[in-house]
Protein backbone atom coordinates (compact mmCIF):
# COMPACT_ATOMS: atom_id res chain seq x y z
CA UNK A 1 0.00 0.00 0.00
CA UNK A 2 1.62 3.17 -0.49
CA UNK A 3 1.92 5.84 1.67
CA UNK A 4 0.52 9.05 1.83
CA UNK A 5 2.73 12.22 0.63
CA UNK A 6 1.50 14.99 3.23
CA UNK A 7 4.34 17.34 1.94
CA UNK A 8 4.14 20.60 0.38
CA UNK A 9 3.98 20.82 -3.39
CA UNK A 10 7.55 20.90 -5.03
CA UNK A 11 9.47 24.01 -6.64
CA UNK A 12 9.71 22.41 -9.83
CA UNK A 13 11.34 23.59 -13.25
CA UNK A 14 8.75 24.04 -16.36
CA UNK A 15 11.16 22.39 -19.15
CA UNK A 16 9.36 23.90 -22.16
CA UNK A 17 9.64 27.48 -20.96
CA UNK A 18 12.37 27.40 -18.06
CA UNK A 19 10.36 28.95 -15.67
CA UNK A 20 9.83 27.76 -12.28
CA UNK A 21 6.48 26.32 -11.33
CA UNK A 22 4.10 25.01 -8.41
CA UNK A 23 0.84 22.95 -9.41
CA UNK A 24 -1.33 24.11 -6.31
CA UNK A 25 -4.89 22.54 -6.58
CA UNK A 26 -4.91 21.74 -9.76
CA UNK A 27 -3.59 24.44 -11.44
CA UNK A 28 0.30 25.49 -12.46
CA UNK A 29 1.77 28.99 -11.13
CA UNK A 30 4.83 30.32 -13.01
CA UNK A 31 7.43 31.84 -10.74
CA UNK A 32 10.01 33.18 -12.79
CA UNK A 33 13.60 31.92 -14.04
CA UNK A 34 14.37 28.25 -12.65
CA UNK A 35 16.97 28.66 -9.71
CA UNK A 36 16.69 32.62 -9.78
CA UNK A 37 16.30 34.20 -6.04
CA UNK A 38 13.38 35.92 -7.40
CA UNK A 39 11.44 32.85 -8.54
CA UNK A 40 12.01 31.14 -4.84
CA UNK A 41 10.72 34.16 -3.11
CA UNK A 42 8.00 33.66 -5.13
CA UNK A 43 6.91 30.24 -4.54
CA UNK A 44 7.51 30.89 -0.64
CA UNK A 45 4.81 33.85 -1.27
CA UNK A 46 2.78 31.41 -3.42
CA UNK A 47 3.03 28.54 -1.10
CA UNK A 48 1.90 30.74 2.44
CA UNK A 49 -1.13 32.11 0.77
CA UNK A 50 -2.22 28.53 -0.08
CA UNK A 51 -1.48 27.35 3.21
CA UNK A 52 -3.37 30.61 4.64
CA UNK A 53 -6.31 29.66 2.78
CA UNK A 54 -6.25 26.13 4.01
CA UNK A 55 -5.48 24.64 0.94
CA UNK A 56 -7.95 26.41 -1.37
CA UNK A 57 -7.37 27.44 -5.03
CA UNK A 58 -5.14 30.71 -5.46
CA UNK A 59 -7.46 33.19 -7.40
CA UNK A 60 -5.99 34.23 -10.62
CA UNK A 61 -8.58 36.71 -11.77
CA UNK A 62 -11.38 34.62 -11.84
CA UNK A 63 -14.62 34.77 -9.67
CA UNK A 64 -15.32 33.39 -6.91
CA UNK A 65 -14.91 30.22 -6.02
CA UNK A 66 -18.03 27.96 -5.34
CA UNK A 67 -19.53 27.75 -1.95
CA UNK A 68 -18.33 24.21 -1.22
CA UNK A 69 -15.06 25.00 -1.51
CA UNK A 70 -15.14 28.41 1.18
CA UNK A 71 -16.53 26.02 3.57
CA UNK A 72 -14.15 23.37 3.31
CA UNK A 73 -10.83 25.99 4.18
CA UNK A 74 -13.07 27.58 6.59
CA UNK A 75 -13.51 24.21 8.61
CA UNK A 76 -9.89 23.40 8.47
CA UNK A 77 -9.76 27.22 10.04
CA UNK A 78 -12.75 27.03 12.57
CA UNK A 79 -11.18 23.00 14.02
CA UNK A 80 -7.92 24.09 14.73
CA UNK A 81 -9.66 28.35 15.99
CA UNK A 82 -12.19 26.98 18.23
CA UNK A 83 -10.46 25.01 20.88
CA UNK A 84 -9.75 25.45 24.43
CA UNK A 85 -7.42 23.50 26.43
CA UNK A 86 -6.84 21.00 23.67
CA UNK A 87 -10.19 20.01 22.86
CA UNK A 88 -12.87 21.43 20.86
CA UNK A 89 -15.29 24.19 21.96
CA UNK A 90 -18.90 23.97 21.96
CA UNK A 91 -18.93 27.28 19.11
CA UNK A 92 -17.30 24.63 16.96
CA UNK A 93 -20.34 22.58 16.56
CA UNK A 94 -22.70 25.34 15.99
CA UNK A 95 -20.36 26.34 13.10
CA UNK A 96 -20.73 22.87 11.52
CA UNK A 97 -24.51 23.38 12.28
CA UNK A 98 -24.94 26.53 10.98
CA UNK A 99 -22.73 25.62 7.36
CA UNK A 100 -24.01 22.19 6.96
CA UNK A 101 -27.51 24.71 6.48
CA UNK A 102 -25.35 26.50 4.17
CA UNK A 103 -23.88 24.27 2.01
CA UNK A 104 -27.68 22.18 1.49
CA UNK A 105 -29.07 25.19 -0.09
CA UNK A 106 -26.26 27.32 -1.92
CA UNK A 107 -23.05 24.86 -1.96
CA UNK A 108 -23.40 24.26 -5.37
CA UNK A 109 -23.10 28.24 -6.17
CA UNK A 110 -21.02 30.65 -6.48
CA UNK A 111 -19.92 32.77 -3.35
CA UNK A 112 -20.49 35.62 -5.18
CA UNK A 113 -24.03 35.31 -6.07
CA UNK A 114 -24.89 34.99 -2.40
CA UNK A 115 -26.31 38.09 -1.01
CA UNK A 116 -28.80 38.90 2.07
CA UNK A 117 -31.54 37.35 0.13
CA UNK A 118 -29.98 33.98 0.27
CA UNK A 119 -28.98 34.29 3.73
CA UNK A 120 -32.44 34.96 4.67
CA UNK A 121 -33.75 31.80 2.90
CA UNK A 122 -30.64 29.63 5.25
CA UNK A 123 -32.11 31.75 8.25
CA UNK A 124 -35.78 30.46 7.21
CA UNK A 125 -34.68 26.82 6.79
CA UNK A 126 -32.87 26.80 10.22
CA UNK A 127 -36.21 28.19 11.61
CA UNK A 128 -38.31 25.38 10.00
CA UNK A 129 -35.70 22.97 12.24
CA UNK A 130 -37.30 23.91 15.17
CA UNK A 131 -34.36 25.90 16.79
CA UNK A 132 -34.98 28.82 19.26
CA UNK A 133 -34.50 32.64 18.16
CA UNK A 134 -30.77 32.79 19.92
CA UNK A 135 -29.65 29.95 18.66
CA UNK A 136 -31.17 30.96 14.82
CA UNK A 137 -29.21 34.14 15.49
CA UNK A 138 -26.24 32.61 16.41
CA UNK A 139 -26.01 30.44 13.44
CA UNK A 140 -26.04 32.96 11.27
CA UNK A 141 -24.21 34.85 12.80
CA UNK A 142 -21.24 31.79 12.04
CA UNK A 143 -22.08 31.83 8.29
CA UNK A 144 -21.14 35.66 8.61
CA UNK A 145 -18.06 35.02 10.14
CA UNK A 146 -17.50 32.75 7.77
CA UNK A 147 -17.58 35.20 4.63
CA UNK A 148 -15.54 38.01 7.36
CA UNK A 149 -12.70 34.95 7.21
CA UNK A 150 -13.22 34.12 3.19
CA UNK A 151 -12.87 38.39 2.58
CA UNK A 152 -9.52 38.51 4.98
CA UNK A 153 -7.83 35.71 2.96
CA UNK A 154 -9.16 37.29 -0.66
CA UNK A 155 -11.30 34.04 -1.40
CA UNK A 156 -14.05 36.47 -2.19
CA UNK A 157 -14.19 40.23 -2.15
CA UNK A 158 -15.46 42.24 1.11
CA UNK A 159 -18.59 43.90 -0.20
CA UNK A 160 -20.04 40.21 -0.19
CA UNK A 161 -19.27 40.36 3.60
CA UNK A 162 -20.63 44.18 3.68
CA UNK A 163 -24.06 43.15 2.47
CA UNK A 164 -24.54 40.21 4.82
CA UNK A 165 -24.30 42.80 7.52
CA UNK A 166 -26.96 44.46 6.17
CA UNK A 167 -29.16 41.46 7.60
CA UNK A 168 -30.13 41.80 11.66
CA UNK A 169 -30.56 39.31 14.11
CA UNK A 170 -34.29 38.17 14.97
CA UNK A 171 -36.24 40.34 17.25
CA UNK A 172 -38.14 38.59 20.54
CA UNK A 173 -41.75 38.22 19.55
CA UNK A 174 -41.26 39.41 15.96
CA UNK A 175 -40.73 35.61 14.42
CA UNK A 176 -41.85 32.50 14.18
CA UNK A 177 -38.96 30.95 15.74
CA UNK A 178 -39.76 30.05 19.40
CA UNK A 179 -37.80 31.37 22.61
CA UNK A 180 -36.25 29.11 25.38
CA UNK A 181 -37.05 29.02 28.64
CA UNK A 182 -35.29 32.00 30.93
CA UNK A 183 -32.91 30.04 33.69
CA UNK A 184 -34.12 30.21 37.10
CA UNK A 185 -32.60 29.33 40.11
CA UNK A 186 -33.06 25.84 41.39
CA UNK A 187 -35.75 25.59 44.18
CA UNK A 188 -34.12 24.97 47.71
CA UNK A 189 -35.91 22.00 48.52
CA UNK A 190 -34.45 20.63 45.85
CA UNK A 191 -31.12 21.48 46.21
CA UNK A 192 -31.36 20.09 49.64
CA UNK A 193 -32.84 16.74 47.89
CA UNK A 194 -29.96 16.30 45.46
CA UNK A 195 -27.27 16.85 48.34
CA UNK A 196 -29.00 14.07 50.59
CA UNK A 197 -27.88 11.19 47.60
CA UNK A 198 -24.69 12.96 46.74
CA UNK A 199 -21.18 11.87 47.54
CA UNK A 200 -19.52 14.40 50.07
CA UNK A 201 -17.19 15.67 47.51
CA UNK A 202 -19.64 16.92 44.93
CA UNK A 203 -21.97 18.05 47.40
CA UNK A 204 -18.79 20.36 48.50
CA UNK A 205 -18.76 21.22 45.32
CA UNK A 206 -22.34 22.79 44.87
CA UNK A 207 -22.33 23.89 48.26
CA UNK A 208 -19.27 26.10 47.17
CA UNK A 209 -20.99 26.75 43.94
CA UNK A 210 -24.18 27.93 45.60
CA UNK A 211 -22.17 30.49 47.79
CA UNK A 212 -19.24 31.61 45.56
CA UNK A 213 -21.38 32.10 42.02
CA UNK A 214 -18.84 30.44 40.37
CA UNK A 215 -19.19 28.67 37.07
CA UNK A 216 -19.14 24.71 37.40
CA UNK A 217 -16.11 24.43 35.24
CA UNK A 218 -14.75 26.82 37.44
CA UNK A 219 -15.53 24.71 40.58
CA UNK A 220 -14.39 21.32 39.21
CA UNK A 221 -10.73 22.88 38.34
CA UNK A 222 -9.71 24.44 41.35
CA UNK A 223 -6.01 23.79 42.96
CA UNK A 224 -4.30 25.14 45.90
CA UNK A 225 -2.15 27.06 43.61
CA UNK A 226 -4.79 28.71 42.34
CA UNK A 227 -5.87 30.55 45.81
CA UNK A 228 -4.65 33.77 47.39
CA UNK A 229 -5.49 33.07 51.13
CA UNK A 230 -3.14 36.22 52.11
CA UNK A 231 -6.61 38.11 53.25
CA UNK A 232 -9.61 36.96 55.28
CA UNK A 233 -11.31 37.16 51.89
CA UNK A 234 -9.33 34.41 49.44
CA UNK A 235 -9.39 35.38 46.10
CA UNK A 236 -9.64 31.98 43.36
CA UNK A 237 -8.41 33.06 39.56
CA UNK A 238 -9.21 29.78 37.48
CA UNK A 239 -6.83 28.42 35.67
CA UNK A 240 -8.95 28.71 32.65
CA UNK A 241 -12.10 30.50 32.16
CA UNK A 242 -14.98 31.33 29.90
CA UNK A 243 -13.70 34.55 28.78
CA UNK A 244 -10.23 34.38 28.70
CA UNK A 245 -9.89 34.79 25.01
CA UNK A 246 -10.96 37.89 25.21
CA UNK A 247 -8.37 39.05 27.40
CA UNK A 248 -10.71 39.36 31.03
CA UNK A 249 -9.62 38.58 33.76
CA UNK A 250 -11.31 36.31 36.25
CA UNK A 251 -10.86 36.67 40.14
CA UNK A 252 -13.84 35.06 42.72
CA UNK A 253 -13.79 35.95 45.96
CA UNK A 254 -13.66 32.92 48.70
CA UNK A 255 -15.86 34.06 51.55
CA UNK A 256 -15.68 32.47 55.57
CA UNK A 257 -18.01 29.91 54.87
CA UNK A 258 -16.65 28.57 50.99
CA UNK A 259 -13.01 28.23 52.79
CA UNK A 260 -14.94 25.96 55.71
CA UNK A 261 -16.15 24.00 52.23
CA UNK A 262 -12.85 24.23 50.68
CA UNK A 263 -10.04 23.80 53.51
CA UNK A 264 -10.36 20.18 54.03
CA UNK A 265 -9.19 19.74 50.31
CA UNK A 266 -6.13 21.16 50.61
CA UNK A 267 -3.99 18.86 51.74
CA UNK A 268 -2.51 18.18 48.46
CA UNK A 269 0.12 19.05 46.11
CA UNK A 270 -0.16 22.83 45.21
CA UNK A 271 -1.07 21.24 41.36
CA UNK A 272 -3.45 18.83 42.44
CA UNK A 273 -7.04 19.26 41.71
CA UNK A 274 -9.03 19.63 45.06
CA UNK A 275 -12.27 17.80 43.88
CA UNK A 276 -10.73 14.40 42.67
CA UNK A 277 -13.42 11.73 40.86
CA UNK A 278 -10.59 9.26 42.32
CA UNK A 279 -11.23 10.16 45.96
CA UNK A 280 -15.57 9.97 45.22
CA UNK A 281 -14.62 6.88 43.82
CA UNK A 282 -12.54 5.58 46.46
CA UNK A 283 -15.60 6.68 49.03
CA UNK A 284 -18.06 4.74 46.99
CA UNK A 285 -16.18 1.79 47.31
CA UNK A 286 -15.46 2.21 51.38
CA UNK A 287 -19.22 2.72 51.56
CA UNK A 288 -20.19 -0.35 49.76
CA UNK A 289 -17.93 -2.69 52.04
CA UNK A 290 -18.66 -0.90 54.97
CA UNK A 291 -22.79 -1.72 54.17
CA UNK A 292 -21.88 -5.30 52.97
CA UNK A 293 -24.14 -7.68 54.39
CA UNK A 294 -21.99 -10.92 53.73
CA UNK A 295 -19.54 -11.37 56.77
CA UNK A 296 -15.82 -9.74 55.80
CA UNK A 297 -14.47 -13.67 55.98
CA UNK A 298 -16.67 -14.75 52.92
CA UNK A 299 -16.32 -13.55 49.41
CA UNK A 300 -14.21 -11.01 47.90
CA UNK A 301 -11.70 -8.93 50.19
CA UNK A 302 -12.15 -4.95 48.97
CA UNK A 303 -9.85 -4.64 46.11
CA UNK A 304 -8.28 -7.89 44.70
CA UNK A 305 -10.72 -8.46 42.02
CA UNK A 306 -10.31 -4.98 40.30
CA UNK A 307 -9.12 -5.18 36.79
CA UNK A 308 -5.09 -3.84 36.45
CA UNK A 309 -6.10 -1.49 33.48
CA UNK A 310 -9.67 -0.91 33.24
CA UNK A 311 -11.73 0.67 30.33
CA UNK A 312 -12.49 3.50 32.35
CA UNK A 313 -10.44 5.11 34.73
CA UNK A 314 -11.08 7.98 36.79
CA UNK A 315 -9.72 11.55 35.60
CA UNK A 316 -7.73 13.83 37.83
CA UNK A 317 -10.55 16.43 37.99
CA UNK A 318 -14.59 16.51 37.12
CA UNK A 319 -15.91 17.88 33.72
CA UNK A 320 -19.06 19.87 33.78
CA UNK A 321 -20.30 17.32 32.33
CA UNK A 322 -19.46 14.06 34.86
CA UNK A 323 -20.56 16.99 37.66
CA UNK A 324 -23.60 17.72 35.51
CA UNK A 325 -24.88 13.86 35.48
CA UNK A 326 -23.78 13.34 39.30
CA UNK A 327 -26.46 15.74 39.94
CA UNK A 328 -28.83 14.87 37.54
CA UNK A 329 -28.50 11.31 38.56
CA UNK A 330 -29.23 12.28 42.32
CA UNK A 331 -32.21 14.54 41.60
CA UNK A 332 -33.47 11.00 40.16
CA UNK A 333 -32.76 9.56 43.48
CA UNK A 334 -34.63 11.98 45.22
CA UNK A 335 -37.55 11.73 43.07
CA UNK A 336 -37.23 15.56 42.31
CA UNK A 337 -36.84 17.69 39.50
CA UNK A 338 -33.40 17.37 37.16
CA UNK A 339 -31.63 20.82 37.57
CA UNK A 340 -27.98 21.79 36.56
CA UNK A 341 -25.24 23.25 38.03
CA UNK A 342 -25.33 26.48 35.70
CA UNK A 343 -28.53 26.88 37.51
CA UNK A 344 -26.60 27.54 41.26
CA UNK A 345 -25.26 30.77 39.51
CA UNK A 346 -29.13 32.37 39.29
CA UNK A 347 -29.08 30.86 43.43
CA UNK A 348 -26.16 33.02 44.23
CA UNK A 349 -26.96 35.91 42.48
CA UNK A 350 -30.64 35.96 43.59
CA UNK A 351 -28.87 35.50 47.34
CA UNK A 352 -26.94 38.34 46.71
CA UNK A 353 -29.53 40.73 45.18
CA UNK A 354 -32.26 39.94 47.97
CA UNK A 355 -29.89 41.34 50.31
CA UNK A 356 -27.48 43.85 48.35
CA UNK A 357 -28.67 44.92 45.19
CA UNK A 358 -28.29 44.45 41.32
CA UNK A 359 -24.76 45.72 41.07
CA UNK A 360 -23.23 43.66 43.86
CA UNK A 361 -25.00 40.69 42.30
CA UNK A 362 -22.95 41.40 38.92
CA UNK A 363 -20.04 42.01 40.68
CA UNK A 364 -20.05 38.22 42.40
CA UNK A 365 -20.73 36.49 39.03
CA UNK A 366 -18.27 38.63 37.19
CA UNK A 367 -20.35 39.95 34.70
CA UNK A 368 -19.00 42.91 33.48
CA UNK A 369 -20.56 45.98 30.48
CA UNK A 370 -17.72 45.53 27.72
CA UNK A 371 -17.54 49.78 27.38
CA UNK A 372 -16.91 49.77 31.17
CA UNK A 373 -15.13 46.89 31.80
CA UNK A 374 -11.82 48.58 32.35
CA UNK A 375 -13.09 51.63 34.42
CA UNK A 376 -14.68 49.41 36.45
CA UNK A 377 -12.60 46.38 37.39
CA UNK A 378 -11.12 47.79 40.45
CA UNK A 379 -14.56 48.85 42.14
CA UNK A 380 -16.32 45.83 40.85
CA UNK A 381 -13.63 43.19 42.88
CA UNK A 382 -13.94 45.39 46.08
CA UNK A 383 -17.44 45.31 45.96
CA UNK A 384 -17.21 41.34 45.58
CA UNK A 385 -14.78 40.66 48.14
CA UNK A 386 -17.17 42.59 50.64
CA UNK A 387 -20.06 40.51 49.30
CA UNK A 388 -18.41 37.62 49.73
CA UNK A 389 -16.84 38.89 53.25
CA UNK A 390 -20.72 38.62 54.38
CA UNK A 391 -22.77 36.17 52.39
CA UNK A 392 -19.37 33.29 52.05
Known amino acids: MSRLNQSLPRYRKH ?11 GEDFYLGPYGSKASKLEYKRVISEWLQRGGTPLNKGQSEPPITQILVAYMRFAKSYYRKDGKPTSQLGIVKRALTTLRELYGHRPASEFGPLALQAVRQKIVDSGVCRDYVNKQVTCIKQMFKWAA ?14 TVSGLKKGRTEAPDHDPVEPVPEPDIEGALANLSPIIADMVRFERLTGSRPGEVCQIRPCDLDRSEDVWLYRPESHKTEHH ?27 CFSPIEAKQWQLDQRSKNRKTERSYGNRPGPNRK ?38 HNAATNVRAEFDLNSSRCILGHSDAKTAEIYARRDLTEAIEVARKVG
Do not use: C, M
Open 15 to 25: KASGQAVVHLS
Open 152 to 165: SQELVTADIFHALQ
Open 247 to 273: GKQRVIPVGPKAQEILTPYLDRREDKY
Open 308 to 345: ANPKRQAKPHYTTDSYRKAIQRASERAKIDRWAPNQLR
